[in-house]
C-alpha cells in the first residue's frame, strides 16, 4: 500500500486567457502551498515564451509523470472571483462552450486583467483653500466665482459638480493655479447628493411598483413592458430606493453609452447616494475603481453598459435591465454573451428580483411573459398629460425626392417649426450616402477588402467602408472609363443634414450620429446645447431611445423601405422596435405629436398591423409566424462562423465539424456550410454552419460531444472560427 506521505503536494489548475478548452497545471511559487482558499485568486505563470494572468480555478493533485512549471507569483491574498459571481461565470463558460479562462479575463477590467493590484476607491472632491476662502468675494463674475461659491459650504464631489456646473473643470484649474481651491480625496459614500422627491405615480405605475416591493425576498424575473413615455424610469427609481433602504446594492444595465449621462444625472437627483457610470467611454483605472468598490461593498448604485453585468454583487438586491430588447446587449465578438441572459441567471443565483424594461420586448422575453415565466407589468398610458402621437403614413411612389425627402415631408417640417416645435428626421445611415456610383459606365466604388460598396463621407470627399474601416479619398475619375460623372447614390444623415440646412436657414439643424458623438459626453452636451428651441435633429438609432426632447412634436421616419424585405428572420422584429422606439420621441410632454413614415410599400403588412394595433398586434403575428416556422423562441440555434484567406479552408472545417455533429445523433438541423450574408470581410473569407433544435438541452449535450473533436480537426488551425449560441445577429 503506497505510503500517503509520499504523495506529490496539490497544484493550482489554472484557467488562463488563451482559446484553448482546458485547465493548466502549475506548481506554487517555492515556499508556499497550494490549499482549496486559493481558488479564484490571480496568478502569474510562464507560459512558453511570456508570462500570462490566470486564475486559479481548481486545487488537486498533479498529474503522474508531468514535470510541471512553477508560477511566478500569486497576486491577491484573497480571492478576486468568489462565491455566486465565480459560480455564475463557470455557468456561462459552459453556455457558451468558451474557455474558463477567456470568460474570467472578459470579466475583469483591464488594469486587474493585466495583472495590477486592486485600486483605491476614494472618490474625489474639491474644496476651497484658506485663501480660496479669504478671496472668494473679490473674485470676478464668471466660472471661477460660481464655483467657488458652490464650494463655499464645504467640499462637493466631481460628480455632483458634473450635474450642477458647466465646464466648471476648467475653472477649478484656475482656482488651483492661483492656491485658491485644491482637489482632495474622500471616501467614496460620504458625499451622497441630497435626495429629491419624483413626481407621484399613476395608478398603473403603482401596481408595478408594488408588486417588484412583494418579490424582493427571492428571484422573480419581471416584464415591464410599457409604452414609449409611461413613465419606466420612475418604477426603476421606486424599485432601486426600496432596494437602498434595505441596504443592498442595485444594478442597472442600459444599452448604449450615449444613454448613461443622462440616466446618471436623473438617478442621482433622486436617490440620495453616489451611482457609480461603467461604459467603454471611460478609462480604465476608472472602470477598475468601480468593480473595486462593488466587490467591496462600498458602491450601491451602478449605471452601466453590457459589461457591468460582471460587476461584484456581495450585497445584491436588485438588477435592472432597461430597454431589455436592444441588441447592443449581445456580445458579437470574443465570449458571444447575452447581458439580459446573464442578469437573469446572475438574478437567479444571488436571490434577487431582475426587471425587465422595454417599451418594444423581444419576443423571447413577451413568450415567457405570456407562458407565466416572468411576471408581466404593464404601463399602457404615457406619465402626465402626454398623449400617444399621430401616425401618417407618406406615400412616396412617383414622387419627387431631395436627398430621399417628399415634398410633403418638408411642408411638414416647415408647419412643426411655424408652432415653435422641434423635428426628428430618422435616418438609420450614417454618412452622406451608401455608395458613389459612375454615371457614363456604372462603375461603383466597392471596399477592396470587403463585399460591400464604401459609403461617401465628408459631403462627397471620403470613402470609407463602414465594416473592415478602410477609408480612401473619392477618386477625381472614374477608374474604369476615365470620366467626370461620379455622383453619390442615395442618401445618409450627413446628406439630410445637408439638403434640411439648406431649406431651413434660419433654424438650427443638429446631426447625432457615431460621426458628431465621438467625444465622451458629447451626445448630451450636444442635446444640452440644441436645448428646446425650435430646431431640426437629424439622427441614427442613437436617437431612438431613452432621451426626453420635450418640445419634440414631428418625427419624419425616411427609409422604412430598407428593413422591410431582408432575409434574416429577426428582421421585422427589429424594425418594428426600431419605429415603435423612434415614434415614442414625439409627444412626449404637453404639445400633441405626429410621426410620419415615408415609404415605398403603404401597404406592407408589417406597417399596417404596427398601425392598426401597435406593438402588441405585431408582436402576436410575429410569434405565430415564428411556432410555425420553427424559428427561435420556438426553437435553439447556435451558429459555427470559420473564416480564411481561402474559401476551401472555411469550407473543410466547417465540413468537419458537421460531421462531428451529425456523429453525436442528437436531433438536430445542421444547415451548411453556407456563405455568410458578406461572404467576404476585412480580406477574409467567410463562411458558417446553422444549428437548430427543438430542446435546448439536446442542442447543448451535442455541442459538448463534439467540439473536443472540433478543436482537436486539424481543419481547425488552418481557419479562425467561433461558436455563437443564441445568435441575434445571422450575419
Known amino acids: 500500500m503506497p505510503d500517503p506521505s509520499s504523495s506529490p503536494p496539490p497544484v493550482w489548475r489554472l484557467a488562463l486567457p488563451v482559446p484553448l478548452p482546458r485547465l493548466f497545471d502549475y506548481r506554487p511559487p517555492d515556499g508556499e502551498t497550494a490549499v482549496a482558499g486559493d481558488v479564484g485568486s490571480r496568478v502569474r505563470v510562464p507560459f512558453g515564451s511570456r508570462e500570462l494572468i490566470g486564475v486559479v480555478a481548481e486545487v488537486g493533485a498533479p498529474e503522474g509523470g508531468t514535470e510541471l512549471r512553477s508560477a511566478l507569483a500569486r497576486l491577491d491574498p484573497e480571492p478576486l472571483f468568489q462565491g455566486e459571481l465565480l459560480e455564475s461565470l463557470h455557468w456561462l463558460a459552459r453556455y457558451t462552450h468558451a474557455p474558463l479562462g477567456e470568460v474570467l479575463a472578459t470579466a475583469l477590467p483591464a488594469p486587474l486583467r493585466r495583472g495590477e493590484p486592486l485600486p483605491d476607491t476614494h472618490a474625489w472632491a474639491w474644496q476651497l483653500t484658506e485663501a480660496g476662502k479669504t478671496a472668494r468675494e473679490r473674485l470676478r463674475a464668471g466660472k471661477p466665482r460660481r464655483l467657488a461659491d458652490r464650494l463655499h459650504d464645504g467640499p462637493c464631489d466631481e460628480d455632483r459638480l458634473d450635474d450642477e456646473l458647466d465646464d466648471w473643470r476648467s475653472a477649478a484649474r484656475a482656482l488651483a493655479k492661483r492656491g485658491l481651491a485644491e482637489r482632495i480625496a474622500v471616501p ?107 466587490a467591496r461593498g462600498e458602491a450601491r448604485v451602478v449605471v452601466g453598459t453590457r459589461s457591468a453585468v460582471f460587476l461584484p454583487l456581495p450585497e445584491a438586491g436588485l438588477i435592472v435591465v432597461d430597454e431589455e430588447h436592444d441588441g447592443s446587449f449581445k456580445q458579437l465578438d470574443g465570449i458571444r454573451y447575452h447581458a439580459r441572459d446573464f442578469a437573469l441567471v446572475r438574478g437567479k443565483a444571488l436571490g434577487v428580483p431582475v426587471l425587465l424594461g422595454s417599451a418594444t420586448p423581444s419576443l423571447e422575453s413577451l413568450r415567457n411573459a405570456l407562458t407565466g415565466r416572468y411576471t408581466h407589468l404593464r404601463l399602457q ?105 461620379l455622383q453619390p447614390q442615395g442618401a445618409g444623415t450627413e446628406r439630410i443634414e445637408e439638403v434640411l440646412a439648406a431649406r431651413f ?72 422596435q426600431l419605429l415603435i422606439q423612434v415614434a415614442g420621441r414625439a409627444g412626449r410632454a404637453q404639445r400633441a405629436g405626429e410621426v410620419l413614415l415615408q415609404t415605398h410599400h403603404p401597404g406592407h403588412p408589417l406597417l399596417a398591423t404596427l398601425i392598426a394595433g401597435g ?56 444547415h451548411g456550410p453556407l456563405p455568410a450574408p458578406m461572404p467576404r470581410r476585412a480580406g477574409f473569407q467567410r463562411m458558417q454552419l446553422l444549428l437548430s433544435g427543438a430542446d435546448r438541452r439536446s442542442l447543448h449535450a451535442a455541442l459538448d460531444a463534439a467540439l473536443p473533436a472540433i478543436y482537436a480537426a486539424p481543419e481547425a488551425r488552418r481557419v479562425r472560427w467561433s461558436l455563437d449560441v443564441d445568435p441575434v445577429d445571422l450575419y
Open 381 to 485: 398610458q404615457r406619465a402626465g398629460q402626454a398623449q400617444p402621437p399621430s401616425v401618417r403614413i407618406c406615400d412616396v411612389r412617383k414622387r419627387p425626392l431631395e436627398a430621399g425627402l417628399s415634398p410633403e415631408l418638408f411642408d411638414a417640417v416647415a408647419r412643426a417649426l411655424d408652432a415653435d416645435g422641434q423635428v426628428l428626421v430618422f435616418k438609420n445611415r450614417r454618412g452622406y450616402a451608401p455608395v458613389l456610383l459612375c454615371h457614363d459606365c456604372g462603375w461603383s466604388a466597392q471596399c477592396q477588402r470587403c463585399d460591400a460598396p464604401m459609403t461617401v463621407h465628408g459631403g462627397g470627399r471620403r470613402l470609407q467602408c463602414h465594416h473592415c474601416g478602410a477609408r480612401r479619398p473619392v477618386p477625381d475619375a472614374c477608374p474604369d472609363c476615365g470620366g467626370l460623372a
Open 615 to 670: 406593438y402588441h398586434a405585431f408582436a402576436d403575428s410575429e410569434l405565430e409566424q415564428r411556432e410555425m416556422a420553427g424559428f427561435p423562441p420556438f426553437a435553439h440555434m447556435a451558429m459555427l462562423r470559420a473564416e480564411a484567406q481561402q474559401v476551401d479552408a472555411c469550407d473543410a472545417f466547417l465540413r468537419s465539424a458537421r460531421d462531428a455533429l451529425r456523429d453525436t445523433g442528437a436531433p438536430l438541423d445542421v
Open 188 to 294: 467614496a459614500l460620504t458625499l451622497a447628493p441630497r435626495a429629491q422627491p419624483g413626481p407621484a405615480l399613476n395608478a398603473e405605475q403603482q401596481v408595478a411598483v408594488d408588486a417588484i416591493h412583494a418579490a424582493r425576498d427571492g428571484f422573480a424575473a419581471l416584464l415591464l413592458d410599457g409604452v414609449t413615455g409611461s413613465g419606466k424610469t420612475e418604477v426603476y427609481l421606486h424599485a432601486i430606493a426600496d432596494c437602498l433602504a434595505r441596504g443592498k446594492q442595485a444594478l442597472v444595465l442600459v444599452p448604449e453609452i450615449g444613454l448613461t449621462p443622462q440616466t446618471l444625472a436623473r438617478f442621482r437627483a433622486r436617490l440620495g447616494v453616489p451611482v457609480h457610470a461603467l461604459h467603454s467611454g471611460l478609462s480604465d483605472g476608472e472602470r477598475a475603481r468601480t468593480w473595486t468598490a462593488f
Open 505 to 576: 436657414p434660419d433654424v438650427p439643424v443638429l446631426r447625432i450620429d457615431r460621426g458628431t458623438t465621438q467625444r465622451r459626453d458629447a451626445l448630451e452636451q450636444h442635446l444640452a446645447a440644441f436645448g428646446t428651441q425650435r430646431g431640426i435633429l437629424v439622427g441614427t438609432q442613437m436617437l431612438a431611445k431613452g432621451h426626453d426632447l420635450p418640445n419634440l412634436t414631428l418625427v419624419a421616419v425616411v427609409g422604412v423601405d430598407e428593413g422591410l424585405f431582408s432575409a434574416d428572420f429577426r428582421a421585422p422584429e427589429k424594425l418594428a
